[in-house]
């Protein structure tokens, strides 16, 4: 079945340390996003790719850190800058906006991730 | 630019009564709008979008929505909800490049 998986389900981790999640799709897609959730806010964007070797800082990229080394992974890299990491964090993927006029974003289950 | 505007945060409703979630949109270009729902401690899922065509577009799970362009609206309606139905919901614009726009969110708390 095509998706996208997202790694590990819950994660905890020491104030101070660095901490990656995993996200990869097997849709073909050539976009793809992180977005954190916090109650009662929505989602925000951190950074976006639309191809590989590629990325851009979206709304909340401070403290965060993205590779695409392969069109079918984009981890995200949470650093010890982010000053409150404690959230939930979907992985996000969609075909190219290239050619056509909207843009129909696909979600993985998401990592939950809490900072002790 | 866009943006999005979910009028309620939460909206509670008796099981097999009908309910409507409200959503607002501003965009300077032409809009493609998109319902998600969210169950607990899961990504998001596409309920339906409006691309072009008929204003009335039916999704899954029995909702449908209805885009009003003078009224720049986007509301989400089911006539009668299950308990199933709990969830969070989204609404999103884009305006025809690779970014989504995402409201606040609305939760709907099914009452039996």
């Known amino acids: 079945d095509g998706g996208i998986t997202q790694s590990p389900k819950y994660l905890f981790r020491k104030e101070g340390q660095n901490v990656t999640l995993s996200c990869e799709q097997n849709?073909?897609?050539?976009?793809m996003y992180w977005y954190r959730q916090d109650p009662g806010q929505g989602l925000r964007l951190i950074y976006y790719s639309q191809i590989v070797n590629d990325f851009q800082k979206g709304d909340i990229a401070e403290g965060y850190s993205v590779s695409r080394e392969k069109k079918e992974s984009f981890p995200l890299t949470v650093t010890s800058a982010q000053k409150n990491p404690t959230a939930f964090y979907l992985c996000?993927?969609?075909?190219?906006?290239?050619?056509?006029?909207?843009?129909?974003?696909?979600f993985g289950p998401g990592t939950r991730l809490t900072v002790l | 630019a866009q943006s999005v505007t979910q009028l309620d945060s939460q909206v509670p409703v008796f099981e097999e009564a009908p309910v409507e979630l409200r959503c607002n949109y501003s965009s300077s270009v032409s809009v493609y709008l998109f319902w998600y729902v969210q169950y607990p401690n899961q990504g998001l899922q596409l309920l339906l979008k409006?691309?072009?065509?008929?204003?009335l577009v039916k999704g899954i799970n029995g909702f449908e929505a209805e885009f009003n362009k003078s009224q720049t609206s986007f509301h989400l309606r089911k006539p009668s909800v299950h308990i199933s139905d709990t969830a969070e919901y989204f609404c999103?614009?884009?305006?025809?490049?690779?970014?989504?726009?995402f409201g606040k969110g609305t939760r709907l708390h099914i009452l039996p």
């Open positions: 999103a614009v884009s305006g025809g490049d690779d970014k989504i726009i």
């Open positions: 409006y691309l072009s065509g008929s204003t």
């Open positions: 996000a993927s969609s075909s190219s906006a290239s050619g056509r006029p909207y843009n129909e974003q696909f």
């Open positions: 849709l073909n897609h050539d976009a």
